[in-house]
């Protein structure tokens, strides 16, 4: 892949919240050391959009909304199966806020994914049920986006559905792999970067991108 950032070029920046840092509900190992990383590859792209987990308290994958289950088992929803999840995220709490570090101040759009109750999404593109849209799509296409560069958390979760989905879209794809951090739930990591490579998605790391660029 070429590595020369250009106009029809996008960096999604995908759940650096609070709640996926060290001592978050739903902490990702060394999540935190995602947020330098993006910054500096921000400003080098002139067109970023953010992602936003933003469950409702009785959202569908918490394990405290099934009695009898713990966190991380898995259970068949009717969209399929389903990781429950700790509480995490929760519209309108700290947690759900986006890292304070964070600096992306010409982010132009951020989409709420996972604000459905009896859905989970992981994908910035597609929710779990793999009908229901959030318009990132159309919006990328509207702007004239031809390349999606995906950063933040998790790799093995959110980052490497959402770069899936848009390769599905028709936009070619890459996962930046030191600007984002994984769960690795039971060889998650493993299977992700599989796939990821199957469907032709890139793997690339921020000094390429920012060869040049000082």
């Not at 984002?180 to 493993?190: H, K, M, P, Q, Y």
Request: charged residues 20%.
């Amino acid at each position: 892949m070429n590595t020369t950032i250009g106009p029809d070029d996008c960096l999604l920046v995908i759940d650096v919240q609070n709640d996926f840092m060290p001592g978050g509900a739903l902490a990702v190992p060394n999540g935190d050391e995602v947020v330098p990383v993006i910054n500096r590859l921000a400003r080098a792209f002139g067109h970023v959009v953010l992602t936003q987990d933003w469950h409702p308290a009785a959202h569908v994958s918490f394990a405290a909304n099934h009695a009898g289950t713990q966190p991380f088992q898995s259970l068949t929803l009717p969209y399929g199966p389903q990781v429950l999840w700790p509480v995490h995220c929760v519209q309108d709490t700290p947690g759900a806020a986006l890292h304070a570090g964070l600096n992306v101040p010409h982010a132009r759009l951020v989409i709420r994914k996972g604000h459905h109750a009896d859905v989970d999404s992981y994908s910035a593109f597609l929710e779990a049920d793999r009908t229901t849209r959030t318009g990132l799509a159309g919006y990328l296409r509207e702007h004239g986006v031809k390349r999606v560069f995906c950063a933040g958390l998790a790799t093995d979760y959110c980052v490497a559905w959402s770069a899936l989905d848009a390769r599905a879209a028709g936009f070619e794809a890459a996962v930046i792999e030191d600007a984002c951090r994984a769960i690795d739930l039971e060889g998650s990591l493993a299977k992700a970067w599989q796939d990821l490579r199957a469907a032709g998605v890139a793997r690339v790391v921020s000094a390429d991108l920012l060869q040049g660029k000082g």
